[in-house]
């Protein structure tokens, strides 16, 4: 699994995450604030290709974010945003 990126970088309501997935599985995206506490973790089955998966980050406060994906347990990749 790849993840191209999260757009946009400062986040008002939805974020796009960009996926390439080589087979069917489990996404958990787990979102930390900047004092490494856990804000949101979010789950999803992702297909087989490339797709874009909208991640509503309205119940988050204003600040900055790091978001830890994982194929199942298998870390794939952080992305640092903003949420406005």
């Known amino acids: 699994m790849f993840i191209r990126d999260l757009q946009p970088s400062i986040v008002d309501t939805n974020g796009y995450l960009t996926v390439v997935s080589e087979q069917t599985g489990e996404l958990v995206l787990k979102v930390w604030n900047v004092e490494g506490q856990l804000a949101k973790m979010l ?42």
């Open 43 to 84: 789950v999803t089955s992702v297909g087989e290709g490339l797709q874009q998966l909208a991640l509503n980050m309205s119940d988050l406060g204003s600040g900055n974010y790091i978001l830890n994906a994982f194929h199942g347990d298998v870390f794939v990749k952080a992305i640092r945003f903003i949420k406005q």
